[in-house]
């Protein structure tokens, strides 16, 4: 009897090497440090695992944005909850990075200029198709660049607020003052009806949960900013970014983004009701 490799004598036509393409990758890994600095691997795959994930967020909320058209709630929702697993890990890898020291981060520092995930256009893109339509990145890439080919066309795009408010719509809320900032506010229309969808949830409860759903995505994606910037502050301190900004202090002004603001200001409106999907279970609502 043999327990030899499976594959022994005869290897398979596609391998794990092959379909992964596990050579290309392993050898995109280059570092610029010189004398070379032990921490910069370290640093330079973490960034590459970022972009993957980047790559991976956009085409799951590609796909959420198809289905919302498509008035496919909790498909859209599960997917939905896929982008926010994959947010909990981007969170979480902060920690792998720091544990590099600020002292073996300043080793190689300085070879880095001027690259900085400023120039990030994947994030770039996370960011429009989430709702973040901001014309002035594309400033930062070179007119003919495929970066900025990239983010012009997000830019013209529907976002996945777009698609949900859309789906709203089409489901009988009145919430044509979505796109305008001036009609949205406490006690306009478009606010109470974003107060129904909370307060009925049980007549649309597909809506109800992908609403929850987008406003975690929204937080988790926050959840990433601060935790970058805490980073940053135990690496840097107040130094200026590789990029050119203020560094932490920019960073900190980017922690007031939010993808759904709506869905943040609408919790002020809500009213003291027991009767809410959970009011029966639970006796009331508490906090
Ligand atoms: C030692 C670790 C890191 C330091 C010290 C650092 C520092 C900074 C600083 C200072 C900025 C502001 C722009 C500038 O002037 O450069 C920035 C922006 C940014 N960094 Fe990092 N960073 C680190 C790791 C990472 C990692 C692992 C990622 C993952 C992709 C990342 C993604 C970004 C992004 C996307 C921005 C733009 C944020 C925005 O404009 O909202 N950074 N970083």
New binding site residues.
Partial sequence: MSFGLPFKDKPPRLSYGGYLKINELISLQQLHSDPLQHDEML?II??QV??LW?KELLHELDTVIVLLSREEALNANRLLRRCIEIEEVLVN??GV?ET?TPMD?LAF?DHLMPA???Q?AQ?REV?IVSGLKDPHVLENYAADSVERKRLQDRLARPTVGDAFYGLLSKRGFNVQGAADEEKRGPGSEYMEEMVRLYEEAEKHYDLFLLAESLIEYDEFFLLW?LR?VK??ER??GSK?????????A??NK?AE?RFFPDLWTLRTYLSNRSGGCNGAVNGGSHG
């Fill in positions: 640093f973490i960034h970022y972009e980047f890898q902060v990075l590099m981060f520092r900085s995930g400023f990030s994030f960011e900013r970058h980073m940053v690496m840097i200026t970014g590789t990029g050119g900004s203020e560094g932490a920019y960073l980017t983004r």
